[in-house]
């Protein structure tokens, strides 16, 4: 079993169209959860990043963490086409992080 | 606040040769860690480095190695390249609070 199950999409929304991305983890260890976006031939920048379960918004975006049923969630409001990315979920601990394959997004005007 | 620097950024080798990434880190960051990203496998965790110490390391061969200096910045060697190893090789550098800052990358390819 993979630590980090993403499924890598593609997807595609219209503009202002609310995105929903998820992923399941293995490893009960996991301290804290992140969410990283990557744009094409760029590196990861992190987008969330939480400790807790339940919601944390940031703007237009909220991460939802369920650490009893190790499930994780993005969510995107009113998406704009520079919102067209990778998202990486990343969840992790003692110093290292694990990655999923990544969500590709595309928001189309 | 400059970010994390990678170089090369892009590079082409032949099967057998090795090559040496270099990675200088946010100033302030101690932890360095790589990671190879292919399409197949998505992000993979290769090592991570602290004050000049290995303080993890990922399910890769010993062909894949690396090293810390005193001043933060890190290496990554990869010898006897095969075809597989064709990936993009992030560096990043982190407060050691978890949170992980990435650089660009470099881009082997490997003929």
């Known amino acids: 079993q993979k630590e980090v199950e993403q499924d890598p999409g593609p997807l595609s929304v219209p503009e202002g169209a609310i995105v929903s991305l998820n992923c399941t983890y293995s490893n009960s260890a996991f301290q804290y959860f992140m969410w990283y976006r990557q744009y094409s031939r760029k590196g990861p920048e992190l987008l969330m990043y939480?400790?807790?379960?339940g919601n944390k918004e940031d703007g237009r975006f909220t991460a939802q963490v369920d650490k009893s049923s190790k499930y994780i969630s993005l969510f995107i409001r009113d998406s704009q086409p520079s919102d067209s990315a990778t998202y990486l979920c990343?969840?992790?601990?003692?110093?290292?992080?694990?990655f999923g394959k990544g969500n590709q997004v595309v928001v189309i005007p | 606040k400059a970010g994390v620097t990678q170089t090369p950024r892009y590079l082409i080798k032949t099967r057998g040769q090795q090559v040496t990434l270099s990675c200088s880190p946010i100033s302030g960051h101690r932890s360095v860690s790589w990671y190879q990203q292919t399409p197949g496998q998505g992000l993979q965790f290769l090592f991570e480095?602290?004050?000049?110490?290995?303080?993890n390391k990922g399910n890769f061969p010993g062909r894949f190695s690396g090293r810390q200096f005193s001043n933060s910045r890190s290496e990554m060697n990869v010898s006897t390249l095969e075809l597989g190893d064709s990936a993009l090789y992030l560096c990043?550098?982190?407060?050691?609070?978890?949170?992980?800052?990435f650089g660009e990358g470099s881009r082997l390819t490997v003929l």
């Open positions: 480095y602290f004050s000049e110490t290995q303080r």
């Open positions: 939480t400790y807790s379960s």
């Open positions: 990043a550098s982190s407060k050691d609070t978890g949170e992980l800052f």
């Open positions: 990343a969840p992790g601990g003692n110093n290292r992080l694990a």
